[in-house]
Each structure stands twice: as structure tokens, then as C-alpha cells.
């Protein structure tokens, strides 16, 4: 079997194996359970944020209050708080724009406050493993990029905040990064996934080995 497989194709169980169903109201255990499995994706990550706590303790603008340097509750509320809920809009228009050039239809945005995550789903759309990680990656590599290319341009207590809040995007992109590793873990055999929005589950398939490799 070549191309995209329907929904009926994945859930037959002949070519393909349900390997995880997962409740949205469960992701945030799930990501947490597997963030220290080692992916390349899940490394990205690791790096980005060691780079990022390091710049932040390296550009701390001490504790004098002038004109030329802010109070540091102005910094650290900027930083940590008001700009990373400002990139939620942008973050999630990144997540739909592959959603979209794939065809992509019934989009939908959710937040689940209990866990703290904003995500986008496309409704009973079936996706790759490639289009998956394209619609995770997308972006932590474009803000990632934009925010490190600010920190080198800017003055240097706009580098201490930007730094906290390449920290905090960086942390909302785990989740991504856990999913596409998972994704990735099959090795040898094509995965794929769906999101049932209206029940709020994500499934994930593999496909079959060959009998004579199990």
C-alpha cells in the first residue's frame, strides 16, 4: 500500500496497527512521562533550552533601576509572561499553515488551562510522519530563528528578556517534540496519525511488520 491511508484503511488492522490512543486531557502526563527518552527531536530541544537559561544568568542587568535599564519585574514579567502569550497566536498560525497546504479543511484551535497547553488539530485528517513533524517543527524552528537573531541585535537588557522568552516558547514546544520522537521510534515502518476533535482523542498507527520479522 503506497500514499496516504484513509481512516477505514488504518482502523481495518490489515496493513496497519494502532499503536497509542491518546486523550487530549492526557498529554501533558504523557509528554512529561517520555521527556527524558532520547530523540533527535527532544535533544533540539534540550540544547535550546541550556543555551537559553544560560544566556538569561549571562545577560541578568542587576539590580540598579535607570532610565537605561528597567525595573527587573518589568524585565522578568515581559519575558516570562507578556511576550510568550503574545507568540501563542503566531505559534499556532505556524501549526496551520502545513495543515492547510495538505489539504487540511476542519482545522480547530483548543486550550486545556488544566494543562497548560494551546494546540491545533485537524479534525479526522490523516497525517505522516513527515507532514507531522513539519506541522510540530514549524514553529520552534521559526521563532526559535527569529528570536535568537533578535538577541544578537538588540540592546543588551532586551537580550536578558529575550532570552527568558526563547526559555518559555521553548518549553511549549515538549510536547511537539515528544509526539514526533514517539512517531519516530518505528523505525523501518510508516506511521501515521489522526485527531478526532470532537471526542478529543489522537490516535497513531504503524505499519504491520511481516510476520516473519515479528
Known amino acids: 500500500m503506497s500514499g ?3 481512516i477505514e484503511e ?11 490512543t491518546l486523550p487530549y486531557n492526557d498529554i501533558g502526563t504523557f509528554v512529561i512521562g ?9 535533544l533540539f530541544i534540550w540544547i535550546v533550552l541550556v ?14 533601576d535607570t532610565p537605561e535599564n528597567p525595573r527587573i519585574i518589568k524585565g522578568l514579567l515581559t519575558g516570562l509572561i507578556g511576550l510568550p502569550i ?3 497566536p503566531f505559534h499556532e498560525g505556524l501549526h496551520l499553515i502545513p495543515y492547510r497546504l495538505s489539504g487540511a479543511r476542519d482545522i480547530r484551535f483548543g486550550a486545556d488551562l488544566r494543562q497548560g497547553i494551546v494546540f ?24 526559535t530563528a527569529g528570536l535568537s537573531a533578535a538577541i544578537i541585535f538588540t540592546t543588551s537588557w532586551l537580550q536578558w528578556v ?9 518549553t511549549m514546544c515538549a510536547g511537539d517534540a515528544v509526539l514526533i520522537g514517539f512517531m519516530s521510534a518505528f523505525r523501518g515502518r510508516r506511521s501515521f496519525t489522526w ?14 511488520l511481516p510476520e516473519n520479522k515479528v
Open 195 to 208: 485527531d478526532d476533535a470532537d471526542k478529543g482523542i489522537a490516535y497513531f498507527y504503524s505499519e504491520r
Open 4 to 6: 496516504t491511508p484513509t
Open 34 to 42: 517520555r521527556l527524558s527518552s532520547f530523540t533527535l527531536p527532544a
Open 86 to 88: 503574545l507568540l501563542i
Open 51 to 64: 543555551i537559553s537559561a544560560f544566556l538569561t544568568v549571562w545577560f541578568w542587568p542587576g539590580l540598579s
Open 10 to 20: 488504518l482502523e481495518s488492522g490489515s496493513c496497519f496497527e494502532k499503536v497509542l
Open 120 to 143: 491545533v488539530t485537524a479534525h479526522r485528517f490523516v497525517t505522516g510522519f513527515t507532514l507531522f513533524s513539519l506541522v510540530a517543527l514549524s514553529p520552534f524552528a521559526v521563532i
Open 162 to 170: 529575550l532570552s527568558m522568552t526563547l526559555f518559555v516558547h521553548t
